[in-house]
């Protein structure tokens, strides 16, 4: 069975705080995810990494940057915490099937909360 | 634009009343259509990869079908326990990061 673990269930930060967001898979998959999910907004791409040390830009990226210097982690990285941060954190991770794609499996979500 | 509409957006249904969950896309080039459960406070839970048209996948209580222009969810026979928000999302071969996901539809399942 895939396994994706998030560092934390919940997080409470103050505006202006540095945060940090780790997610480890233990399924030796390429791809892995950030999300951010909000109500009546649905599953948002915040950055996409395909493989170590590649990324790309989601939807919305602004605010956040991200690291993956080993292929089982991907973290998230808040440069400086603001109040619209506030929100559910979702990882996944996927392995790479060229074509064929494949599904994605999910971390249990880390609910940040920016005071 | 590419979309992903589910409907309803709330289903509540008597333990046993069999029903169906819509997902219609709008995507040049379907790569692969997923439906996931999602369970209050946790991450989605994949169920199900449909690629092409016509093709069906089922577990337990659900049954995933594909046409071209939507996907049908159907719940047989549900349990409370089926109670979660179903989550639909598309794929096109324009992207490997491109996966857009539906808003849900939240199954309640009265015993």
């Known amino acids: 069975d895939v396994k994706v673990t998030q560092s934390s269930r919940y997080l409470v930060k103050r505006t202006g705080e540095k945060v940090f967001l780790e997610c480890v898979q233990d399924?030796?998959?390429?791809?892995m995810f950030w999300y951010r999910q909000d109500p009546g907004l649905g599953l948002r791409l915040i950055y996409f990494?395909?493989?170590?040390?590649?990324?790309e830009k989601g939807d919305i990226p602004e605010g956040y940057s991200v690291s993956r210097e080993k292929k089982e982690r991907f973290s998230l990285i808040l440069e400086s915490a603001s109040t619209n941060q506030t929100s559910m954190y979702l990882c996944?991770?996927?392995?790479?099937?060229?074509?064929?794609?494949?599904?994605?499996?999910f971390g249990p979500g880390t609910r940040l909360t920016v005071t | 634009e590419d979309q992903v509409t589910q409907s309803p957006e709330a289903l509540r249904l008597q333990e046993g009343e069999s029903s169906s969950l819509n997902c219609s896309y709008t995507?040049?080039?379907?790569?692969?259509l997923f439906w996931y459960r999602q369970d209050p406070g946790k991450g989605p839970e994949f169920l199900f990869t449909?690629?092409?048209a016509g093709e069906e996948k089922e577990k337990e209580r659900l049954k995933a079908t594909l046409t071209k222009k939507e996907s049908f969810l159907h719940i047989t026979a549900p349990k409370p326990e089926d109670s979660a928000t179903y989550l639909c999302?598309?794929?096109?071969?324009?992207?490997?990061?491109?996966?857009?996901f539906g808003s849900g539809t939240r199954l309640s399942i009265r015993p």
């Open positions: 995507v040049s080039g379907l790569r692969g």
């Open positions: 399924m030796d998959h390429e791809n």
């Open positions: 996944a991770s996927r392995l790479s099937r060229g074509l064929k794609i494949g599904e994605q499996y």
């Open positions: 990494s395909y493989d170590v040390k590649m990324k």
């Open positions: 999302a598309s794929s096109d071969y324009s992207s490997a990061s491109k996966i857009i």
């Open positions: 449909l690629y092409s």
